[in-house]
Every structure is written in C-alpha cells, then in structure tokens.
C-alpha cells in the first residue's frame, strides 16, 4: 500500500464520512419501515446493532478530523516558531559582524594608542603652536559677542526620559516607572540604540528600536509600560533628526498607555508630557506647549510635593514656554519660585541655583531691566569666588570688581592698577563651572552694552581662558590615561608570553 499524504487522509476521511452517514440515513428508513410492519424482528435487530456500528463509525471519523485540525494548527505554530528562530538567527548574526568591527576598530584604537607614547615627547611643543591657533579662535568669538551682545544663556530644554537611551541603567528606569523590570535583552538592544544614536548612526539605532518595539508588543502587548519607555525613546531619536511629526505622534502613543497603565498622575506620564511640550517648543508651538508643561508640573507637585528639586526644573521649562511667548510676568514669577526651591532643598552653592539666576537675568535683559539683571550676575561670579578663595575683602576681589577697577582706570598708568599686569586679575578668577564661564559672557557683554569696553573685554578673555585651561585639563588626562591604560595592557601581554614559555619549557 502506498503511504498517503496528509491533505489525502483528510479528504478519504471527509468521503468516508459523508458515506457513513448516508449508510446510517438509509439503515434508519429500512428500520423504520420493517418496525412499522413488526413481522421479522431478526432482522430488525441485524439493522440496529448496524446502524450503531455506523453511529461508532461516525464518531470515530469526526474524532479524526478533529485531530487532523489540531494537527494542522501545531504545524502552524512550528512553522511561525520556525521563522522566529530564523529571525532571531540572523539578528544575532548581525549582532555578530558588529561586535566584530566593533573590536577591528578596538585593535586600531590600541594601536593608535601605541604610537601616543612614541609621540609624547612632541606633545608640548604642539599644544604651544596650538595655543596661537586657540587664541586666533577667542579673537574671533570676542568679535561675534561684539555683534550680538546679549548672549542666550537659556539652556536646552530639560527631558526626563533621555535618562533611557544615556548610559543610565534600564533597571533603574524600570523600578522608575511602577515596578516593572525590562527584559535582559531588550536592555541590551536599549544600550545599542543610545550608543548608535550618540554617535549619529541613526540607520542603525532607529531598526533596532524599532525591533525591539515589535518584541515587546509581541510579548506584552501593546498597552504596556515597556511599549511606552521604547516609544519615548525611539520619538526622541526622531526629535534628534527633526522628524518631529514622527516624534509628536510617538510621544502621543506613549502618554496613552502610561496614563492607562501607570495612572494619569504617575511622574512618568509627566515625563512623557515634558517630552512632549518641549517637542513643541522646538518647533515654536509653544501656546501648544503650555499646558502639556503645566499639566507636568502638576503632576509633580502631587506626587513629590511643591518643594522638590525635579517640581523646579519644570519651573524652569514652563518660565522658558511662557518667555518665549512674552509673559515676563509669569516668567518671573516661575524662575523665582525655582531659586527657591534649589536655595532651601539643595543649599546656594548648588549648580542649579546659579542656572536659574542666569535664566532669571535674562528675563530681565529682555525687558531692559539691566540693574536687576547685573546684580543676579554678580552674586553667581561672587559665591563661585568665595567658595574658591574664600571671604571677599580688599585684597581678595571678585573678577567683576576687577573688571571695573580696570574700567575706571583704564587711562592711567597700567602699573599703578590692581591686578595691572595682563593675566594678573585671571589668576583671581579661576571658574570651572560652564555656568560660570557663561555668566562672565553675559556681563561681559551687559558692560559692553552700557559702553564699558575695558570692563567686558576683561571678563570675556576670562571666560576664554578658562575655557580653555579646562579644556588643556581635559585633554592631558585622556592622554595619561590612555597611556596608563596601554602600559598596563603592554605588562599583561609581557606576563602572558612569560606564563606561555614556562609552560612550554616545563613540557617533557
């Protein structure tokens, strides 16, 4: 007998069954007429045990098809679990070829850093040619600040969820947002997507979010805290390549499902809206943008209280909403209420404190109120003097102070000035803080604007040389630090061949 297939058994089996029913029709009608005559019971018992053996028969046939559907929808299930693996199995190795150009890259970098040592001896004689170089670049920032003598000191918009995609643990992301812990390997595909994105390989980082989205709905499903972490992550990869009718609708998406999952007033639903409104503030929707922020900082002040830290950063972004818009009122009001904040909870020498006076100064530049702008730029310049000189007094003087005693002698005898001899006064004005270096900008040119030209210029080169003396800092740690790192690779490998020739020299 040959072997049949499965779509032959079905269709015997289906054939069987149509003719056993019809046997077990037509043995009903010859029961039913022999039972109306009631003469030879014989064979009316010969029917009947027929008709059951038909009844068994059908039965058994339906039982069969029954399994034949089962059977159909296991094999569906291995085929869709197949395609799965196929997936996977190339995803990984994709993930294969990058881990290896990835460590190709790594071996040239070790390389480079060998050479580092062999040109460590030239290295001062560079940073000297580079110091004209860098001074040639001031001059020509000094002669930009010139045209514009109001420096912007309003600082980027501040997003809670960009802690997703920056080096901050998924877990702790997780354990932010109600409990709920993110799979291993969405977390691994999470730290790629940040990594390509940080580095501008956005064909890169947008399929792998976007692949992980897939998994995650596949899994979870789509109204699920997970979902709504990979759409704010992968809108604000959208944001960065100013795809924002993209981001917007992302954003959209994710504040759905935290509102319905995590609760209306779950901070991450207020991050969500914070992404959102500074969305729309970068594309100038900012009366679009209000009230998303302010519905953000209602949030946080139920949830966490009117005092706290995170209630006067979105302070900080609904005064910038509301300035941008012209409502110095409201803008002032807001910033002010987060130098509150920061002074009592965090202490005044915390960065944040001297951010928002900047932020404050400038409202006020904007609306010609240069007295209350100058004083709000001289207490950051003083308190970041005394927490690096100590007390003010008459021979410990804050850079400001410096800059007007320079700007009202300027006509007499450089000699005779304090802190006369060029680069003197610097020396009294050693700033680490970008903020610092930003409000030394502004009252540079806030002194230019009032026509005090020897007092900006002053604190201008300050803020240039202080730049770049953080910069030269920077620089040559990175260097000693990838010279200490080859070194002690270098003495690793030393030790290993050693290792490797005792072994084999101990071999009979």
């Keep these: 007998m040959t072997q049949m297939s499965q779509d032959e058994i079905i269709t015997n089996t289906k054939t069987v069954l149509q003719g056993l029913e019809a046997l077990r029709v037509e043995h009903v009608s010859i029961m039913n007429g022999i039972a109306e005559v009631q003469k030879d019971n014989e064979k009316s018992d010969m029917l009947r ?55 190709q890259k790594f071996q040239a970098s070790e390389q480079l850093v060998a050479q580092l040592e062999e040109e460590k001896k030239h290295l001062e004689f560079m940073a000297s040619v580079k110091k004209y170089d860098e001074n040639q670049e001031q001059d020509d920032t000094c002669e930009k600040s010139r045209t514009d003598p109001v420096v912007e000191l309003f ?40 990594q390509y994105a940080s580095q501008g390989r956005y064909e890169v980082a947008v399929p792998l979010c976007k692949q992980a989205l897939e998994d995650l709905e596949k899994t979870s499903g789509h109204d699920h805290p997970d979902v709504a972490t990979m759409l704010n992550i992968l809108a604000l990869v959208y944001r960065d390549q100013n795809k924002y009718k993209e981001a917007a609708n992302l954003l959209n998406d994710a504040l759905s499902i935290r509102g319905k999952t995590l609760g209306e ?39 966490l209280g009117k005092d706290h830290p995170d209630v006067a950063k979105q302070l900080n972004n609904l005064a910038l909403l509301c300035q941008n818009q012209g409502k110095y009122d409201e803008v002032e009001k807001y910033y002010q209420r987060a130098l509150d904040i920061y002074e009592s909870k965090l202490g005044p020498d915390d960065p944040n404190v001297a951010k928002t006076k900047n932020n404050l100064a400038g409202c006020y530049l ?80 806030l002194y230019r604007r ?59």
Aim: a neutral charge; proline letters at 4%; one cysteine or more.
């Design 450 to 508: 009032q026509g005090m030209f020897e007092a900006a210029e002053t604190l201008e080169d300050c803020a240039m040389r202080s730049k770049k003396e953080a910069y030269d800092l920077a620089k040559q740690t990175k260097v000693s630090q990838l010279l200490t790192s080859n070194e002690k690779r270098r003495s690793k490998a030393i030790k290993e061949d050693m290792d490797f020739s005792e072994e084999k020299n101990a071999k009979p």
């Design 49 to 103: 045990k027929n008709i059951e053996n038909i009844e068994l028969g059908l039965s058994e046939a339906q039982v069969m098809m029954a399994l034949t559907s089962h059977l159909q929808n296991i094999e569906a299930e291995k085929q869709k679990l197949k395609t799965q693996v196929r997936r996977l199995h190339q995803e990984n190795a994709w993930l294969r070829d990058e881990l290896a150009n990835t460590q």
């Design 366 to 445: 904007k609306q010609g109120r240069y007295t209350e702008a100058e004083i709000l730029y001289k207490q950051v310049l003083t308190r970041a003097h005394e927490r690096e000189f100590g007390a003010i007094d008459s021979k410990n003087k804050p850079i400001w102070q410096v800059a007007e005693e320079r700007e009202e002698h300027k006509f007499d005898n450089r000699e005779n000035t304090p802190y006369g001899e060029y680069g003197g006064w610097h020396k009294a004005a050693k700033v680490d803080s970008p903020t610092v270096t930003t409000t030394l900008k502004n009252l540079g040119a």
């Design 155 to 194: 600082p980027d918009e501040e997003n809670d969820d960009r802690n997703n995609m920056s080096p901050t643990p998924p877990s702790q992301f997780a354990n932010q947002t109600s409990g709920y812990e993110i799979p291993a390997r969405l977390r691994t595909l999470h730290n790629l997507v940040i």
């Design 265 to 303: 007033n779950h901070p991450a639903v207020a991050a969500t809206l914070n992404n959102l409104a500074v969305l729309y503030g970068k594309r100038g929707k900012y009366k679009d943008a209000e009230p998303l922020c302010k519905r953000a900082l209602e949030i946080r002040e139920k949830v």
